[in-house]
């Protein structure tokens, strides 16, 4: 039976080759766009793998996440100094991380942080920022690139970069007059840190210091130790609205010599704890800390809100591609059930030498099976070959680490679905067959 | 013993009333070979379509192999037809996609009754002896499509068709009709032959009465059937 539906389908190998692209196309899209889901939360979950808390000013949970950890937007307020000094001495607080933002190099977020951001902060399976070229922060006015951001704009180790304020492109009134210069570039990480620029805190602050008291967070972050006059300047207007489009910067007061300047402010501080029993203990006391209003975030709690959100749009691409995995199949049956008018003689000649209609329809059957397996491969195939060529792109461009390889048990499943209808959606003309040719009965002049 | 029993065996067409065959006996032994004489449209057709139980026939019992086809279900008869009968249709029906060997092949893939008897496993052998007994020996010539063939070779495969796996019955609606009459001797003559090897019943059906002395017997079929004929009928 096996042979015969080999053979029959050879014959009509042209819209075979149709029904099997169709039905490989629509799998490949179904598993492409599970592929791509678990891979941009396993990309975004990996991010920062090594942090437990990531405490910001009191707003919202995934603003705060996406602001700090993967560089999107911008936290609401920003918290005093003092508080993340008192985080810090917290007992149960391993280590503590500060974080400044609001800044961009076109359009790539510049972050103000620490040396024990790289020792601390981790990403996947806990590996470590590592350093492809360079030494790492040297001085207030270092950089520390991503991967990505060293490849899009060609900067390298002992080039300058200029921020603007916000984002957008650079401006004469922006940050030009304080020029960082790259000193360390990290190896990729196919997460958000690879679009990121670092900056030491004191040299961020030497971007905002400013001589009034400032409603927005970056307004008041002051230098404190940067009293030298030959930097000083004014500024004017200090507009960090939530999008920081528009931003005035007249006037700087910095010391781009003074290592060790601290701000008054910062948006964010990542802490690491000493056991993960604490976590929600420290959670608490933050949330009822009296100097400030604040809101410290598990970044894993903060994600299941994201998956939340973004669900709905993922429920809908599935539908979209399972809609589409129908469509192949529906294609199939079409193409099964066109050929039963012109297969009628062929069916009558099987039935002549003995064919039950089961034996007929064991056919169709066989051949459905065989059409949408080679459907099924030849999925995987263009998946495979999709994904080889668009991995290092995904990786380069969004940080996606879209890999190639073979199904896995999940996947096997869907596949195991899918062939499940398509063998089914052989029953109808199998049923047909056997009416037709019992009504037709066998004509032995065909 | 009787392969073929036909008795008081009648049939109209559906919607219709009037009969189109009325025969009251006819019997063929196994060996035997039989040649069936008639005009176009007498009915000759319709009877082996009665015989290969694809037209159900009531009133009347036709026996096939011992077998009653009135009383059994569609694919019981289908493998009565698989397991007991060789046809050899006028205008051939070989399986346009399959070799020349899968197509003589194809009664063994669907009653292992035929496939035991062309020898199991050697039913390829067997297949390979017939064809080269008609001729159609060539390597190469097993591995053609029919579309590939002349119409005296797809006669021959369908006569090795038919025979292939020693079948009790032989049908054969007219397979001359497409033939030069030097052809039609030698197909004629070879496909006797096969059914003597095989010890087949033969009802050869056709209206060339110069391949009559062939046969074992000779039937003139308005005298075997009773129902009156129509002028000019056709089928």
Redesign the interface.
């Known amino acids: 039976m096996l042979k015969l539906a080999c053979l029959s389908l050879a014959n009509r190998r042209f819209s075979l080759a149709l029904t099997v692209l169709a039905i490989a196309l629509s799998v490949a899209l179904i598993l492409g766009i599970e592929r791509l889901r678990d891979a941009a939360r396993e990309g975004f979950a990996s991010t920062i793998s090594g942090v437990d808390l990531i405490v910001g000013s009191r707003g919202s949970d995934l603003q705060i996440l996406l602001a700090t950890a993967y560089g999107v937007g911008f936290t609401s307020n920003s918290l005093g100094w003092e508080t993340y000094e008192n985080l810090q001495a917290l007992p149960q607080t391993e280590w503590a991380v500060p974080l400044a933002m609001g800044d961009t190099y076109r359009d790539f977020p510049i972050i103000g942080t620490t040396e024990a951001y790289f020792e601390h902060f981790s990403y996947g399976k806990g590996q470590q920022l590592t350093l492809v070229d360079g030494v790492g922060f040297d001085g207030t006015e270092s950089a520390i690139l991503g991967a990505e951001v060293a490849r899009s704009t060609g900067l390298s180790v002992g080039g300058t970069l200029i921020a603007a304020h916000g984002s957008g492109p650079v401006r004469s009134e922006d940050h030009d007059d304080h020029p960082f210069t790259i000193t360390g570039i990290l190896a990729a990480t196919g997460t958000p840190v690879d679009r990121m620029i670092y900056v030491p805190l004191s040299g961020f602050a030497l971007l905002h210091v400013t001589d009034k008291p400032a409603a927005d967070p970056l307004e008041g972050m002051m230098a404190t130790e940067l009293t030298e006059d030959d930097h000083t300047n004014e500024h004017d207007s200090h507009d960090h609205a939530d999008e920081h489009d528009t931003h005035d910067h007249d006037a700087h007061d910095h010391d781009p010599h003074d290592h060790g300047a601290t701000p008054d402010q910062i948006n964010a501080v990542f802490i690491g704890l000493t056991s993960k029993s604490q976590t929600l203990s420290v959670q608490r006391w933050i949330a009822e800390y009296e100097d400030e209003p604040l809101t410290a975030v598990l970044p894993g709690a903060a994600l299941l809100q994201l998956w939340s959100i973004t669900g709905i749009a993922e429920r809908t691409l599935r539908i979209v591609a399972m809609a589409v995995v129908v469509a192949g199949i529906l294609g199939m049956l079409t193409m099964l059930s066109a050929t039963l008018e012109a297969r009628r003689r062929e069916f009558a000649i099987l039935r002549a030498v003995g064919a039950t209609p089961g034996k007929i329809g064991a056919l169709l059957f066989v051949e459905a099976a065989l059409i949408t397996i080679a459907g099924l491969l030849g999925g995987v195939v263009i998946l495979y070959l999709v994904q080889t060529v668009s991995a290092p792109i995904l990786s380069e461009r969004v940080g996606i680490d879209l890999a190639p390889g073979l199904p896995v048990v999940s996947e096997l499943r869907l596949l195991g679905v899918i062939f499940a209808v398509g063998v089914a959606s052989s029953l109808l003309p199998a049923l047909r067959v056997y009416r037709v040719t019992v009504n037709d009965g066998l004509n032995l002049r065909l | 013993m009787h392969v073929l029993a036909i008795r008081d065996l009648s049939y109209a067409w559906p919607r219709t009333t009037a009969p189109v065959l009325s025969i009251r006996d006819l019997t063929i032994s196994a060996g035997e070979s039989v040649f069936l004489r008639g005009p176009s449209g007498s009915g000759k057709?319709t009877l082996?379509?009665a015989i290969?139980g694809?037209?159900e026939t009531q009133p009347g019992m036709v026996s096939v192999a011992g077998q009653d086809i009135g009383a059994m279900r569609?694919?019981a008869r289908?493998?009565l037809?698989?397991?007991h009968?060789g046809?050899v249709?006028?205008?051939f029906?070989?399986?346009?996609?399959?070799s020349v060997l899968?197509n003589v092949l194809?009664?063994c893939?669907?009653?292992p009754t035929?496939r035991a008897r062309a020898g199991g496993g050697n039913a390829e052998t067997a297949a390979r002896d017939l064809l080269a007994g008609f001729g159609l020996g060539d390597q190469a010539m097993l591995r053609r499509r029919p579309g590939d063939l002349s119409v005296g070779q797809q006669q021959r495969v369908a006569a090795a068709?038919a025979l292939i796996g020693s079948p009790d019955l032989v049908l054969a609606?007219e397979p001359t009709s497409a033939l030069d009459s030097d052809l039609k001797a030698e197909f004629v003559d070879l496909f006797l032959s096969e059914c003597k090897k095989s010890a087949a019943a033969l009802l050869f059906v056709s209206h060339d009465r110069t391949l009559e002395p062939s046969f074992s017997r000779s039937l003139e079929f308005t005298a075997l059937n009773t129902v009156p004929q129509a002028e000019g009928a056709s089928?």
């Open positions: 057709s082996l379509s290969a694809v037209i569609s694919a289908d493998q037809r698989a397991d009968l046809i249709f006028q205008v029906n070989l399986v346009p996609y399959l899968d194809l009664p893939r669907f009653s035929r068709r609606d089928c």
